[in-house]
């Protein structure tokens, strides 16, 4: 019953011509964020912001869900809803972030571990109080030399597979994000390397954890070359790296797969979400769940000047649109000219 419950959240969160918006920033990376466009990072700023993004009008046309932040959850717009009931009232579903960031692993130098397991099962239970219908934990693997080590994967995998678990029992969908960084100068192969063998450990956890695929999401890295590689792969061998990749390794019970965009641009991840869903047939939905990708043109358009918010909601539903024919591949460079139009 449970089950039948989560499986169809997790079915629409990958909705057709849907995807998600992650705006689940920790606060340093959100004053990151910020700084670049010279807005200091106070709880005020932060909160209009989101607000800026949530209360878009139409968004819930092309996005199915958010991923908020423990801050974000708490928040409310200037009219006095919570931005949970804003989402809500727009059809889009909340989330939220629940690992609490990475940290070097002991005894593994380059190497790191999500932490955030201690309390959980209790902050599940709150959130879901709180109107979050689903969950989000990021782990993260390096590539360089010697590393990643298999035991970096597997004690990610397994810190996942437990965060899975025990995101179920609270009835909240788990997004299972194993993100292979883009960083460093290696070659796609390697990189398609990698994201195998890390995607394989993961389910193999999953499964031992006894975790319902059905009422899962995974968020995974495209397959791509090292962001310094002299020699850079195109859009259509991105496309099918990933899905070959994929094809090895996820399941068909898992009902879609949510890519990050993971410093990409935003024109190139909506540009390789569109190749991928016009190659062959493959199992599962294959949708966004961006950061990056969907809030850079928004942070340059909004500048921190309320006389900006909205260009800045123009920019977004603009950026959320393209993506949103990415899911049927009917995403074209033309449409990149209509946002000045829009
Ligand atoms: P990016 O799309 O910017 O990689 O962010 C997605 C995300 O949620 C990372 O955890």
Redesign the pocket.
Known sequence: MKSENLESVARKLVAPGKGIL?A??SLPTIEKRLKSIGVPSTEQNRRTYRETLFTTAGAGEFISGV?LFDETIRQKTRDGRTFVKALEQEGIIPGI?VDKGTKPMANFPGEKITEGLDGLRERLAEYRQLGARFA?W?AVISIGEKIPTRGCIETNAELLARYAALSQEANLVPIV?P?VLMDGSHTIKRHFEVTEQTLGIVFHSLSEHRVVLEAMLL?P?MVLSGKDCPQQASVQEVAAATLRCMKRVVPAAVPGLV??????TDLQ?TEHLNAMNRLDHVPWELS????????APVLKAWKGDPTNVADAQRAFHHRARCNSKARFGKYTEEMEAEKAVA
């Open positions: 992650a689940d920033e991923i972030k989000k990021r994000e993100e968020k890295n890519f990050l965009s993971g410093g990409q991840a966004f769940s961006f950061g990056r990708a969907l809030q």
